[in-house]
């Protein structure tokens, strides 16, 4: 079983920064690391995501703000987030996605707990 544990979310005003890390119990193949984001009677909504080989994908309304990066070694991944806005509030989910297990070929999803992040106007 994978465990996501995230941390780094808090209060902030606008304009402000916070980075999210969110560290996996057990290393992952093949593994594609996630942030996703739900404010109140929201549907959860993809923020960045970034695979194995790096490359990067982002939600158009935080693109030039944010920033995810992974550290392998660590089996953790970041969420840099800068000129954070009200909009920005809402509950944040790791996601990751992969092979627990070099010599299978099942691929499956596994999500965190969530940090809340408040941004102040």
């Known amino acids: 079983q994978v465990q996501l544990v995230e941390s780094g979310g808090g209060l902030v005003q606008a304009g402000g920064s916070l980075r999210l890390s969110c560290v996996r119990s057990?290393?992952?193949?093949?593994?594609?690391l996630g942030w996703y984001r739900q404010a109140p009677g929201q549907q959860r909504e993809l923020v960045a995501a970034?695979?194995?080989?790096?490359?990067?994908n982002y939600a158009d309304s935080v693109k030039g703000r944010f920033a995810i990066s992974r550290d392998d070694i660590k089996n953790t991944v970041y969420l840099q987030m800068n000129s954070l806005k009200p909009d920005d509030t809402a509950v944040y989910f790791c996601?990751?996605?992969?092979?627990?297990?070099?010599?299978?070929?099942?691929?499956?999803?596994?999500w965190g707990q969530g940090t809340q992040v408040t941004v102040s106007s």
């Open positions: 996601n990751a996605e992969g092979r627990i297990s070099a010599l299978s070929t099942a691929s499956r999803s596994y």
């Open positions: 057990i290393r992952m193949f093949s593994v594609t």
């Open positions: 970034i695979t194995g080989a790096g490359n990067t």
